[in-house]
């Protein structure tokens, strides 16, 4: 894709890109605004499971943004639906993670459970204590399946980068001797998700990220075109060398250029 004004279906990621932490990004309002104007479907997909799709839509809500909750793709939904594809309803998981995360498997037909399990699923725990590391890590020696909901070492948060979901996994990782699949970008699994979602097609579909190694890659993979913004993870030095399609400070200056592109071509 060469201008902005081919976009027809837009995914974006949250964290680092509509807000930080607590702090929403300058002219998010506007941005989504535009969107809902121009009727351009969107959707909003985050590695981070520690909120549920319904948290999120009413954490945007506080930020001046509509979004609906069947508008975002949580990696802990994403994590479940994977998961299904390979054990049935009634198997039996342990979730080292957040009440959002297992209310996600449990939503899809998982028992949870602290013995006997098929799958650990590691995700970010901020009540995090030695017995359940031990728990986890004794569950995975024992063999069972070692899923994450993402690799992301680390969250961008208004304090700075907080440890994520990867360190929980490399935690467990060492303690184990074992190691993880991971289901959130960059594997593609989750864009492929929302375009399937939104019906749409590849070579129309852009996606917004703020971490080149996961959004940016992810992209690439699901073979969509790549904007990245500079208010979260990666430098504008690290979105140039991680081939990024378009490089912005931020979603604000995303929208101008978007705008200028459509206003260029009812010129010509
Ligand atoms: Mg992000």
């Known amino acids: 894709m060469n201008s902005l004004n081919n976009i027809k279906h ?10 930080c932490g607590n702090e929403p990004v300058p002219r998010l309002r506007e941005f989504f605004a535009f969107l ?9 997909v985050t590695n ?18 509509e979004v609906f909750p069947s508008e975002i793709l949580v990696s802990g939904q ?3 639906r994977y998961l299904r594809r390979d054990y049935p309803a009634g198997t039996r998981v342990h979730v080292f ?3 959002a995360l297992k209310q996600a498997l449990e939503e899809a037909g ?18 995090l204590t030695y017995e359940k590391i031990k728990r986890a890590a004794r569950l995975l020696r024992g063999g069972a399946r070692f899923i994450a909901t993402n690799l992301d070492p680390n969250i961008p948060s208004e304090e700075g980068l907080l440890p994520g979901s990867g360190a929980m ?17 960059p594997e593609p699994i989750m864009y492929e998700l929302a375009m399937t979602q939104m019906g749409a097609s590849p070579e129309t579909t852009a996606a917004v990220g703020d971490r080149v190694a996961t959004d940016i890659v992810g992209g690439k993979r699901a073979g969509i075109t790549t904007i ?11 979105a140039e060398a991680g081939g990024a399609d378009f490089i912005f400070d931020d979603i604000g200056h995303l929208l101008d250029a978007w705008r200028e592109a459509i206003s260029r071509s009812r010129q010509s």
Do not use: H, W
């Open 169 to 185: 996994v490399a935690m467990l990782a060492a303690a184990s001797e074992t190691r993880p699949t991971g289901v959130g970008k």
């Open 78 to 80: 994403a994590t479940a």
């Open 97 to 99: 993670g957040m009440a």
């Open 48 to 65: 981070n499971a520690t909120r549920t799709a319904d948290e999120r839509s009413k954490q945007l809500a506080g930020m001046g943004a």
């Open 110 to 127: 998982f028992v949870l459970a602290d013995t006997d399990v098929e799958v650990v699923v590691v995700s970010v725990d901020r009540d």
């Open 36 to 44: 809902r104007e121009r009727e351009t479907p969107f959707m909003l």
């Open 10 to 19: 837009l995914i974006l990621d949250m964290d680092g890109v509509l807000y």
């Open 228 to 238: 990245c913004v500079l208010t979260g993870a990666s430098s504008r030095a690290e």
